[in-house]
């Protein structure tokens, strides 16, 4: 049965670092796309990263320059590296995947306006991993 599970988060500081790891179980297609999605207490589940089709990767602007997202294709695993982290950056963080172009589509525009996502916007999410920062 297709899932994802996530990892990787924790608690540190602020301008400390994290790396989140989110693998997709039993899909095989080669058009899957990976996205990273934050919810703080309070607020909407956003658009944080996403690596769509064969390359195109997409950023929140609250995180450019500070996240980078990668993928192991044969893995069928995305990584989040999360540098300089801020106190905004607090929150569960879920990976999602999907491999239809319509939904890979609306995840790329989803992070690139910084739009919010509903927990079933996408066909599969992970259950989260907490990622806390603290001064």
């Known amino acids: 049965q297709a899932h994802v599970a996530e990892s990787g988060g924790g608690s540190v500081q602020t301008g400390g670092s994290l790396r989140l790891v989110c693998t997709v179980f039993g899909v095989t297609s080669s058009d899957l796309c990976i996205g990273w999605f934050r919810q703080a207490p309070g607020k909407e589940r956003e658009g944080v990263a996403s690596?769509?089709?064969?390359?195109?990767?997409s950023y929140a602007d609250s995180v450019k320059g500070r996240f980078t997202i990668s993928r192991d294709p044969a893995k069928n695993t995305a990584y989040l590296e999360m540098n300089n982290l801020k106190l905004e950056d607090t929150g569960m963080h879920y990976c999602a995947a999907a491999y239809s172009f319509p939904e890979c589509n609306r995840m790329q525009t989803t992070v690139n306006v910084g739009a919010s996502a509903k927990a079933t916007e996408f066909r599969l999410w992970g259950q989260g991993t907490q990622v806390t920062v603290s001064s």
């Open positions: 690596f769509v089709g064969g390359g195109t990767i």
